[in-house]
């Protein structure tokens, strides 16, 4: 929760509240999304009491949309061998979420809390062919742990080189550009359709197989 002086300043540009070494952004997140309900018409509220909790709520007027629910006639359908994937995200309810889809499409799945997590097991489940990384956790990154995942393949090249696809809410060219050139190969910005998680996952599994 926050204190009535952190409330008042929290739309502005470049606001963060908390304590510093917690942070994580620019502090625009909230300004852009009071721009963006305001200029639609609507309202955004902030209700908060220090060490309890926050609630936001927002409203706005919006037309009726109208919905085609795709058919399975409508997509082409994947292909993807069953194969062994490691799930990297401190959010349990990512973790949960991907693993789910995963499994029902006949994949084989692990989870791993943050990066240090990650190496480790990776290191010791050599049959690991693709491995989700969220790239914000604590203990250690998902850049640091792309890093040491490449230097540690370097060091055993009778190995297979395993697919790496960073997971981020941050949908900035310079991040992404970050992310790949630490070693990731493909890169999908949260919220993530299913239709492109599983895109990703055949092209890369088919470059591997070239």
């Known amino acids: 929760g926050m204190t009535q002086e952190e409330q008042a300043s929290l739309f502005n540009r470049f606001s963060q509240v908390g304590d510093a070494p917690l942070q994580v952004g ?11 309900i305001e200029s639609m018409g609507g309202d955004i509220q902030v209700q908060s009491q220090k060490h309890v909790g926050t609630t936001f709520t927002f409203s706005m007027a919006c037309d009726m ?4 629910r795709k058919s399975s006639a ?7 061998p069953s194969t062994h994937i490691l799930v990297v995200d401190d959010n349990l309810i990512n973790q949960k979420v991907l693993k789910r889809h995963l499994e029902a499409a ?13 190496v480790s097991f990776y290191e010791t489940h050599p049959d690991v062919r693709l491995i989700f990384m969220d790239i914000e956790m604590p203990v250690m990154n998902g850049l640091v742990a792309t890093a ?8 055993h090249p009778d190995l297979h080189r395993v697919g790496i696809i960073g997971l981020s809410g941050n949908a900035r060219s310079e991040h992404i550009e970050q992310a790949l050139s630490t070693g990731m190969d493909e890169f999908i ?16 599994l088919e470059s591997y197989e070239e």
């Open 26 to 36: 620019a502090g625009l997140g909230l300004c852009i999304c009071k721009e963006i």
């Open 65 to 68: 949309a109208t919905y085609r």
């Open 74 to 80: 409508d997509a082409t359908p994947l292909h993807i």
């Open 106 to 118: 006949g994949h084989i799945c692990d989870v791993a809390d943050n990066g240090a997590l990650a």
């Open 148 to 155: 040491k995942i490449r230097e540690w393949e370097a060091a």
């Open 189 to 204: 910005v949260k919220p993530y359709e299913k239709t492109v998680l599983m895109q990703k996952i055949a092209k890369l």
